[in-house]
Each structure stands twice: as structure tokens, then as C-alpha cells.
């Protein structure tokens, strides 16, 4: 079963802050997050393992709630690059990384 | 450096024709190879993946297979394409569960 993120579309001005989340009904082993550009092939934005981290990747950060089996990746200051369709990629295991993606999250900053 | 290559970019079959999309990986051994396929405005389904030569595991029943005849080599077959096959493939792969994807370009396929 996939997981299901929200919002499934968001627009936001240049500098605004955003929130995309990222739920399972399946215990978690690993939370991917992808960013993918219309027409292009998705790009591995990071990967969040079991153990509850937090990462951060310039202005984009993400967090792995295990006991909630949840997700969260988090935009801020938002610039005209950030726009594309944020996908959440989860594993219930180790074994082979294989991955389930959700629905995806379409974003859109304007100037 | 490690790199992905897939091709054609793009294509358009008719019914009933055959299917073979080829994706190579340099500058790794032994990687985790995966398809996937996205529908128009829709998220990925794993379709194939394989953790080495020879092994392939299917997710979703249909009319494609998988084979992976080298190690960095993972190619896409189908005997008789459908309507239905149409979507953008994607193939990608990763060292292991502590890294993510690294997906290639991508085939646009339109069966017609």
C-alpha cells in the first residue's frame, strides 16, 4: 500500500515557508524524498532511516517519525528552483531498498 | 563517478508490437537495479527489481518482464504491448538501503 502525502498541491510566493507530510499504515524502515522537475527524471533529495532523525539539505529539511510511521519534509524560504512535484519514497525493510511511492506533492513557487 | 543510461528517450509503438528499453550503470559493481513506470500526473509504480544477475523479482502481474544479463545491465521486455503500457519508465538504481535512487532519463513510451 502506498503512503499518502499532503497537501497533494501547494503554491507559495518566493520566501514562503512549506510543509509536505508523508504517512504509511506500515511500520518503516526508511523515508526517501525526491524532487522531480516536469518531463525529468526525479533527483534524491535524502533519505531518512529508522531511529527518528532529522536532516537537513541546504534549505530543505525533512523528519521520520517511526512511532507514527509519518514523515514530514520541510521547504523554507522558498526560491523559484524549489517548484516541481515532491515525491515520498518508503521501505519497510532493508532488504533490496525497494521502494513505494507515494501520490506525490505538486509545488509551485511564484516571484 | 558513478553514472545511468537509458534509452530510446522516447517512443511510440503500435498494439501488439514488442518492447525492449535497456539501462546501463558505469562506475559501480553489484547495484540494486529497479523499473519503474509513472502514469501522467501520477506517482511511481515499482515494477521490477534485482539485487544481482539473473535475480529478478516482480511487484505488479502484466504482459512485461525484466532481465538482467550483466551486472550493470537491466533491460525491459514485453512480447505484446497494450494500450495500458503507456507511461514514462523509468530505471534506477542504488548501492544499498542507506542510499537513495538514482533514477535515469527516462523512456516516454506511447503505444498507439
Known amino acids: 500500500q502506498q503512503p499518502v502525502q499532503s497537501p497533494q498541491a501547494v503554491i507559495l510566493r518566493e520566501g514562503e515557508d512549506a510543509v509536505i507530510n508523508c504517512s504509511s499504515s506500515k511500520a518503516l524502515y526508511s523515508v526517501h524524498w525526491y524532487r522531480q522537475k516536469h518531463g525529468e527524471a526525479p533527483v534524491f533529495l535524502m533519505i531518512?532511516?529508522?531511529?527518528?532523525e532529522q536532516k537537513g539539505h541546504e534549505k530543505i529539511s525533512a523528519s521520520f517519525n517511526e512511532k507514527k510511521q509519518q514523515s514530514s519534509l520541510y521547504l523554507t524560504a522558498s526560491q523559484l528552483s524549489y517548484s516541481g512535484t515532491y515525491f515520498c519514497g518508503t521501505s519497510p525493510n532493508n532488504a533490496g531498498n525497494m521502494l513505494t511511492f507515494g501520490g506525490g506533492t505538486r509545488l509551485m513557487v511564484k516571484p | 563517478s558513478q553514472t545511468i543510461h537509458q534509452w530510446p528517450a522516447t517512443l511510440v509503438q503500435p498494439v501488439g508490437s514488442p518492447l525492449s528499453l535497456e539501462c546501463t550503470v558505469e562506475g559501480t559493481s553489484n547495484p540494486n537495479l529497479y523499473w519503474y513506470r509513472q502514469a501522467a500526473g501520477r506517482g511511481l509504480q515499482l515494477l521490477f527489481y534485482s539485487v544481482g544477475i539473473g535475480q529478478i523479482s516482480s511487484e505488479v502481474p502484466q504482459n512485461l518482464s525484466a532481465s538482467r544479463p550483466q551486472d550493470r545491465q537491466f533491460i525491459l521486455s514485453s512480447k505484446k504491448l497494450l494500450l495500458s503500457d503507456s507511461g514514462f519508465y523509468l530505471c534506477?538504481?542504488?548501492?544499498?538501503?542507506?542510499?537513495?535512487?538514482?533514477f535515469g532519463s527516462g523512456t516516454r513510451l506511447t503505444v498507439v
Open positions: 531518512l532511516l529508522k531511529g527518528g
Open positions: 534506477a538504481w542504488s548501492g544499498s538501503s542507506f542510499y537513495g535512487y538514482t
